[in-house]
């Protein structure tokens, strides 16, 4: 079932004849029923005029900015309304309500595996909004119930599919790799709700973490290798800057170093530029060799 608009009547000149009829036939009752000849048909047609005029008032309805009513006759749907404005429809019809305004959503904090079997704890705030008022009254029985049960399931989906951390470069992570994450959930969830009219605008994660039993464990292991990184990059530099001091030595003549003084001052050097502490310095008063 998709949506199709209608045009509603104006509510103002209804209004205002409708007053005016129920105005004049609870007058002209009242006279006529005052007069010593009471006019039976005269009676009754002025009820009849009154029930009627009372009874268009309730086709009256009130359209709001980004708000949309859903009209039906008898079970049957005729369309919606969405210009806003002051209109008038069947009175014998039932309208709905549906806000066409954009509305976010944030899951509750979910205790799932990740795609490492770690168990984590995760939740997403979806920004959503009603595109297609027939389908979101008609095709599910509660849209937003819906969007709620739905959007945790594609959390929980998303959470078993990508790693915690990354373990190998360019590895997609929920930690690290929010661009890809955020549009593949989005993309998870809109394809749940697109029987249900509603448009997916944006869905990012809003919490992420190690579950408790294991949280202390993991930020060990994320200091580990955060160590062994460092550590990496220093020896890399200090070898670079080794390297680079025995071809200058070498290029500029300053001092000739046969093979075991060229190790002594590779491990001196590398002693001083990959050590946690600052190095103490040692004159040294005799010979090269002494």
């Not at 909004?129 to 739905?150: K, S």
């Not at 929980?156 to 470069?169: G, I, M, N, Q, S």
């Amino acid at each position: 079932m998709r949506e199709k608009e209608i045009k509603a009547v104006s509510g103002w000149p209804v209004s205002f004849l409708a007053g005016a009829a129920i105005i004049g036939s609870t007058t002209q009752l009242v006279r006529t029923a005052a007069q010593p000849d009471v006019d039976t048909w005269m009676i009754l047609a002025m009820v009849l005029v009154l029930l009627l005029s009372s009874a268009s008032v309730f086709g009256l309805t009130v359209v709001n900015p980004n708000q949309a009513q859903v009209v039906q006759l008898f079970g049957v749907y005729k369309g919606t309304i969405r210009q806003q404005g002051f209109w008038w429809v069947n009175p014998l019809t039932s309208r709905r309500r549906v806000s066409l305004r954009v509305r976010n959503f944030e899951s509750n904090h979910l205790k799932v595996n990740d795609h490492d079997g770690n168990p984590i704890e995760i939740a997403a705030v979806v920004v959503w909004r009603v595109v297609d008022t027939a389908e979101a009254i008609f095709q599910v029985n509660d849209y937003e119930n819906f969007l709620h049960v739905q959007s945790e399931s594609a959390v929980r989906v998303l959470a078993t599919t990508y790693p915690y951390d990354a373990h190998e470069e360019g590895q997609i992570a929920l930690r690290i790799s929010a661009a890809e994450v955020a549009h593949k959930l989005r993309a998870e969830i809109q394809e749940r709700l697109s029987q249900a009219g509603i448009e997916v605008i944006e869905a990012r994660i809003s919490h992420l973490a190690y579950a408790p039993e294991i949280a202390s464990a993991m930020l060990r292991r994320q200091q580990a290798n955060a160590i062994i990184a460092a550590r990496k990059l220093i020896v890399e530099g200090a070898v670079s800057m080794v390297e680079m001091a025995l071809d200058q030595l070498s290029a500029r003549h300053v001092v000739e170093l046969d093979e075991e003084r060229k190790a002594a001052m590779v491990s001196n050097l590398l002693v001083v530029l990959c050590g946690d502490r600052d190095p103490q310095p040692v004159v040294n008063a005799g010979t090269l060799y002494q």
